[in-house]
């Protein structure tokens, strides 16, 4: 007897589960808050092509477009556009283009989300761009943030002040902090060249792609400080010689921290690195660049290099140059 009572309330909730799953397909849904809209509470199990909610809304999936005036809440899935003046908050699997003023709250999810303020997601595969913080578990894609991004598992890359990755298994981050528990690659690199006499560089990220923070000081008639940030990669040529292509922009100052004339600089290296240990290496430095100096009084901004420019471009204001740049690194991996 009890194991037909058993069997009895397990059909009853297996009927209102399968009940709540099914939905009614309709085309319009309008709502001024909810539950005040043409549906009335019945819209939160409805699945609709286009859905007007001129403050709130709740419907149950969307395949098409939804906008709201402040907020957008689905039960189900969400498939096509859609665009909220504050949040979107999605319980289920969306598969959209979604715009927010302040969130995007959303499971697994594919497509592209923008947010003024946040993105928070469970599985992502898409670009996902915010004006303070993306939050994600598995991410694929680009992922970029005016402050912090944080995912477990990344395969993209990552551009935001702060970076946090707990599993990198392909790409990379571009920060001036990166956090990557397991995955990821560090470096200093001491190095001299014609364009920085001496430079200590910070490089961090994933081997694909790596951020760059460099300092240093040139050695020339008028003594320059030298700062710059920067991208770049390393790839294998063999187990011990890398080819190495990095991309970084250098600003040069006086002693005064002055930087009136501008005067600045954008290094393409081409390094080959040579590992000496697991924990050591070497990299011959060739590079080109193209340089942007203004001009004070009769001169044109400071003298960066010996090496005599191939190429150079002036006006009454200025003077751009592209020349050969040389140079040579030690590097402490870790």
Known sequence: MKIKILVFALCIVQSIMAQDSIQTKKTVHFSFFHPINNDGKESKHNSYKFSFNLLTGKTGSIDGVEIGGLYNHNTQDVSGVQISGLINYSQN??????????????GTTSGIQYAGISNITDNFTGMQTSGIVNIAKDFKGIQISGIYNQVKKLNGIQISVINVVDSLQKGGTIGLINCIKKGGYREWEIATSDYQNIGISYKSGGRHIYSILNAGYNFSSKPLMVYGIGIGSLVDISTMWKFRPELVWHTYLDKSFNNHPN???????????????????????????????????????????????????????????????????????N
Not at 96 to 106: D, E, P
Not at 270 to 287: C, E, N
Not at 289 to 303: C, V
């Open 93 to 106: 699997k969306v598969n959209a283009f979604q715009v927010a003023g302040i969130s995007n709250i959303s």
């Open 263 to 333: 005067t600045s600089a954008t290094h393409l290296k081409f390094g080959l690195m040579r590992k000496l240990s697991d924990k050591l290496a070497i990299t011959f430095i060739p590079s080109l660049f193209m340089s942007y100096k203004e001009k004070n009084g009769t001169s044109y901004g400071y003298e960066i290099s010996k090496i005599n420019v191939f190429s150079s471009k002036s006006n009454s204001e200025s003077l751009q140059e592209i020349g050969f740049g040389l140079g040579i690194g030690l590097s402490f991996l």
